[in-house]
């Protein structure tokens, strides 16, 4: 470290400060800082006031100082937060409250107050919520376009252009600093460590006696680990960007950090130091428990995935209990929580959705089977916007399609549904959904990843006529029917989110739970003569539903298998497309079941 620079920017920053205080900021003793000081005023850049109890900066220390000016930091808020769910459903990590403010604002806050005005963010994920910041602090946004599908390393990438010939201080937008730690002058490349008894799964600093990083190592004791931010001089730049685009190129390096570059050049990089942080300054959060116990007096975390459920009981966002995230759905985010020793279920919709979800009709579909048995007890619900809460089923869990007991009540749930002589306004016949897809592909040009698509449409729509010259009857249907949206509870089966329910051919709804569960067309078929053969007392007559005899049933379940199929493969192009998402082989396997299903047409 080059102690007199330090020291002379410290006396610079603060005329008051004491050597005391010089020594345990920079972590070294007191003598040491007492001989630097002699140094610097015998290079004449310190000078001693006339009580000679204190120092001052001479013009030519001014000019010492000055010449290592920051131009500027680069805040990396790209990430998805994943760790900090449910908050960042629907709002970026940076953006959570702490102690009264926004992360990412406190932080641009610091780094203005030292004269440093030249900020860039690098955004990815709900990169609009970043643009109201290019007004109130006169920042600059960078996109990472593969924030999605790479780690930092990527961002880093993106961020080369800004980064080179320039002294910049590259910063984390998830950390909540107690104290300013940034300057507006800076000489040597450092990395901030944290200081931690246990650093358990942390990278821990490997440096010697003069505070040079060697290396990172995993887990440790009573040490310093990686927290940002990080100051990079231009000289460490010059050598740093050129390994950066090096290794950006590879194709083994998708989930590399940044750092990682660094870790495997550490030997051929300039010396890069450590800069030593007592507990207590800097602070990153894993979960959302760690903010509740950092943040006693938080009553609002700026998530409106969790305000919305302390408006509709009238708390604080601190009241809510237990909360625990349940593994992401296809179309939204939920989690568990408890107020009042009850527990329930919020549910956050996902991306996009307004543009394919009608929320009025979903609404509409809740109230009129409330009281049948048939669903969950819905506690809320905006029609506006999705959001919901409903009492959570305690000791449910979801069907195994392996147990036959569990297809024969979940086939008699649908019927009981089919059944119902509940009618709605929306509609979710399957040639209607394909149609409005097919609409919003060509409307949104989104791209379709199927070489044969053409001639596959082209099948679809004679598949379409087998289905029409039935003029089947429509009932209400679930719209999305697979083994996650059916609950096995101690008071029986319920069906769960009917985001895409309405108006449709019953058998529709046992196909699409074929084509969902990957089932041939045989299986799907032995869905129906389970469907069939189920006794349930109806309100409505369900004569009209069961096709005249089997032959016809059983060309209408490989019809509406192939169309279930196509849909799907729609589904998650237009899904993907609005919604950012990437639903794996869904698509793909959807486009194969309606393969499939035609051959045996």
């Known amino acids: 470290m080059n102690l007199e620079f330090l020291v002379t920017r410290s006396i610079y920053e603060d005329s008051e400060i004491s050597q005391r205080s010089i020594a345990k900021k920079f ?9 630097i000081i002699k140094e610097a005023e015998n290079n004449g850049y310190l000078k001693q006031d006339a009580k000679k109890s204190s120092y001052s900066v001479t013009e030519k220390g001014k000019t010492f100082i000055e010449k290592h000016k920051v131009d500027g930091a680069i805040i990396l808020a790209c990430g998805m937060g994943v760790r900090l769910a449910p908050l960042t459903f629907d709002t970026p990590k940076s953006f959570i409250n702490i102690k009264g403010e926004k992360m990412i ?24 919520k970043f643009d109201y910041l290019i007004d109130k602090y006169n920042v600059k946004l960078k996109y990472n376009p593969e924030y999605k599908d790479k780690n930092t390393l990527s961002t880093f990438y993106h961020a080369r252009e800004i ?17 300013n730690i940034f300057h507006g002058y800076e000489c040597e490349p450092y990395y901030i460590g944290s200081y931690t008894e246990d650093l358990k799964n942390e990278w821990r600093y490997v440096y010697n006696s003069k505070n040079e990083i060697k290396t990172f190592e995993v887990g440790g004791k009573n040490d310093y680990y990686l927290v940002g931010p990080c100051f990079l001089t231009k000289e460490f730049l ?31 990089l300039p010396t890069i130091y450590l800069h030593k942080l007592d507990k207590g300054i800097i602070f990153e959060f894993d979960s959302l428990k760690d903010i509740k116990e950092f943040d006693k007096d938080n009553t609002e ?15 604080k966002d601190n009241e809510i209990e237990d909360i625990e995230c349940i593994k992401e759905g296809m179309t939204n985010h939920s989690y568990k929580f408890s107020y009042n020793g009850v527990r329930y279920i919020a549910r956050v919709p996902g991306d996009g959705t307004d543009s394919y979800i009608d929320r009025k009709n979903e609404y509409d579909i809740f109230e009129k089977l409330k009281d049948k048995d048939i669903t969950e007890e819905v506690i809320f619900f905006n029609k506006h916007n999705g959001y919901k809460i409903s009492k959570y089923l305690e000791g449910s869990k979801n ?9 024969k009540n979940t086939m008699e749930l649908y019927k009981r549904l089919h059944t119902s ?18 609409g919003i592909i060509k409307k949104k040009e989104v791209f379709i990843p199927y070489e044969d698509f053409d001639e596959v449409l082209k099948h679809e729509r004679e598949i379409e006529k087998i289905v029409i010259k039935e003029k089947r009857p429509k009932t209400i249907c679930h719209g999305d029917p697979n083994p996650n949206n059916v609950l096995k509870t101690k008071d029986g089966y319920r069906l769960i989110d009917f985001e895409y329910g309405g108006m449709a051919d019953p058998l529709s709804d046992i196909a699409l739970f074929g ?13 129906y003569k389970m469907y069939k053969a189920a006794n349930v007392k109806s309100v409505s007559n369900d004569i009209d539903i069961i096709p005249r005899d089997d032959k016809v049933a059983k060309r209408l379940m490989i019809s509406y298998m192939a169309l279930a199929g196509f849909y799907n493969a729609l589904w998650a192009m237009v899904r993907g497309a609005l919604g950012g998402v990437e639903y794996g082989t869904f698509g793909m396997d959807g486009y194969r079941v309606f393969k499939n299903s035609f051959s045996k047409l």
């Open 399 to 407: 069907i195994d399609i392996k147990d036959e007991d569990d297809l």
């Open 301 to 315: 975390f700026g998530s409106e995935a969790i305000t919305f459920v302390s408006k509709v009981f009238k708390i």
């Open 515 to 527: 084509a969902y569960v990957k089932f041939d067309t045989e299986k799907t078929y032995d869905l």
């Open 163 to 179: 980064l080179r010939n320039k002294n910049m201080y590259v910063c984390v937008s998830d950390v909540y600093m107690a104290e």
């Open 421 to 438: 002589g509940v009618k709605v306004s929306g509609s979710c016949d399957i040639i209607d959904m394909i149609d409005e897809y097919l």
């Open 105 to 128: 604002e406190r932080q641009i806050e610091q780094l203005k107050a030292v004269g440093i005005d030249d900020i860039t963010i690098m955004v990815g994920y709900m990169k609009e």
């Open 27 to 35: 972590a070294v003793s007191l003598g040491k800082i007492n001989s």
């Open 238 to 268: 010059a050598e740093l960007l050129p390994m950066i685009e090096d290794y950006y190129g590879r194709t083994s390096t998708d989930n590399y950090y940044w750092e990682e570059v660094m870790l495997k050049n550490f030997k051929i």
